[in-house]
């Protein structure tokens, strides 16, 4: 019932609390009984787990006997693969983080305001700027009278950060 969007084992477990090598064998299993299928097969980490149509009726049913509500779920047409490439830590981080144009510098200083714990560099940062820029996920916007570029997200790269803060809602 909490898979409302492709999610990776990690995003479900966060979303009910399952241990995530518990959530794992879950996923496996629902994977294994046609329940799940993966949308990215070919990753080796962050791999996207959606709904069979199996999977569906059944939380349907669910919602039904719990006398819940139940939403229908348009699967947008966007490159599974690359989202879930973008599911990483350090990536998705610098992807929530980029609500305005800024420069790497400054995704640094926010990202250490919201998470305290998080471990990243400012090269780090630079490299996913860097890799997001070749992916079109994010552009360069020249400010007048600034020696350095800032970065903003595209569509496709506004697109997948709502994704990114929609897998982080709570069950």
């Known amino acids: 019932m909490t898979i409302k ?26 994977v294994t009984k046609g329940m799940l299928t993966c949308l990215n097969s070919e990753a ?13 009726q059944c939380r349907k049913r669910f919602h039904q006997d719990l006398g819940l509500a139940y939403e229908e779920y348009d699967l947008p047409s966007i490159d ?5 490439w973008m ?23 926010m990202i250490r305001k ?11 940062i630079r490299d996913v700027v860097k890799l997001l820029l070749e992916k079109r996920i ?9 020696a350095h570029p800032r970065y903003e997200l595209t569509n496709s790269g506004n697109q997948f950060r709502q994704l990114l803060m929609q897998s982080e809602m709570s069950f």
């Open 5 to 30: 969007q492709p999610l990776t084992g990690k995003q479900i477990g966060r979303r009910t609390g399952i241990p995530i090598d518990t959530c794992s064998y879950v996923v496996a299993k629902l």
């Open 138 to 146: 994010v552009q360069k916007v020249f400010v007048r009278k600034k």
């Open 87 to 109: 599911c990483f830590s350090h990536r998705s981080i610098v992807m929530k983080t980029l609500t305005i144009p800024m420069q790497p510098s400054e995704i640094k200083r």
């Open 44 to 56: 080796r980490n962050s791999r996207l787990y959606w709904l069979t149509e199996l999977g569906i």
């Open 114 to 124: 919201r998470k305290t714990g998080m471990k990243i560099s400012a090269n780090n």
């Open 80 to 84: 599974w693969s690359l989202y879930g």
